[in-house]
């Protein structure tokens, strides 16, 4: 007879949260989230856009061709359009080219001139990419306004509701700082990793509310219970994020090493500002704010 198998169980520690202090516990998210909206600000002074846009949201052509040529030979042969990325695809002598420019027919003359053998060819104008760029941030402003008024019906009390909205506004705002630290662009695919990142937050936020709030029991016990289940499920899934990172970078993946970064940061950054700064919010209300 087969043995079950058993989800990996991760021992986390009980930290003594009767240590620190509410200030102490939110000072260190609150300092990030800070130092991610000036980055964020300062990038929107430089380039005139918090985070910069991919190909999808500017405009601009992605060819995929084979060739036995080098990267620094195709980088010689597109030097005249202006290359925004060239990624080789694993295991094949075959490229993918992105571009700015949205003239087809020079790229593909130039790619045959060399000897390339196209197999796609897109382009998107860029009128239309600004009409991409601004369904996205619709999209993500629905989400995230919904996602808020759930909360609030959930637990009509300001407090408890403020704390997981903070935390997923800062769940979103680091990782799209660090996009512009890494280099990674704003993509249908990392907008897609973003909205993912507000529903991550929103499940380990309203799981350590829960618990805190509508069961009984000590604060402190009622929160490492959330605390257990709520880390095992955010590690696991760091785990499988920085796995799919790592895999379709080798494999050249188009897209999926980005979803799988920003998935990794933010689910990163939701540990710090679930069991910290939404800690603490509950915490000062549960003890001093609900008595006064």
């Not at 929107?44 to 036995?68: C, D, H, M, Q, S």
């Not at 306004?145 to 909360?151: F, H, K, P």
């Not at 408890?160 to 705002?173: K, R, Y």
């Not at 973003?194 to 000590?218: A, E, P, Q, W």
């Amino acid at each position: 007879m087969a043995t079950p198998t058993r989800m990996v169980d991760f021992e986390v520690p009980e930290f003594d949260y009767t240590d620190y202090s509410n200030r102490e516990l939110a000072a260190v998210p609150l300092a990030v989230l800070g130092l991610a909206l000036l980055v964020l600000l300062a990038w929107y002074v430089l380039t005139g856009v918090p985070v910069t846009p991919g190909i999808e949201f500017t405009g601009g052509t992605e060819v995929r061709f084979a060739t036995a040529d080098s990267q620094a030979e195709i980088e010689s042969t597109f030097s005249d359009i202006g290359i925004e990325s060239l990624s080789p695809v694993s295991g094949e002598n075959t490229y993918i080219l992105t571009t700015q420019s949205d003239e087809t027919g020079q790229i593909e003359s130039t790619a045959q001139d060399a000897g390339y053998e196209i197999s796609s060819i897109q382009s998107r104008s860029p009128s239309f990419g600004a009409s991409s760029q601004q369904q996205a941030l619709y999209g993500l402003l629905i989400a995230f306004a919904g996602m808020s008024a759930l909360v609030f019906l959930l637990f009509r009390t300001f407090v408890p509701s403020i704390a997981v909205v903070l935390s997923a506004f800062s769940d979103i705002m680091i990782p799209l700082a660090l996009m512009n630290v890494l280099g990674i662009k704003l993509t249908l695919g990392t907008v897609a990793a973003l909205l993912m990142l507000i529903g991550y937050s929103v499940d380990s936020d309203l799981l350590l509310n829960n618990h805190i709030l509508r069961r009984r029991g000590d604060f402190y016990e009622s929160a490492f219970r959330a605390i257990r289940t709520g880390i095992t499920m955010t590690l696991t899934s760091i785990a499988a994020m920085i796995t799919m990172t790592i895999v379709s970078s080798l494999l050249a993946i188009p897209l999926l090493p980005e979803i799988g970064l920003v998935l990794a940061i933010g689910l990163t950054a939701d540990l710090m500002n679930t069991y910290l700064l939404n800690m603490s919010l509950l915490r000062w209300y549960k003890f001093e704010g609900v008595t006064r």
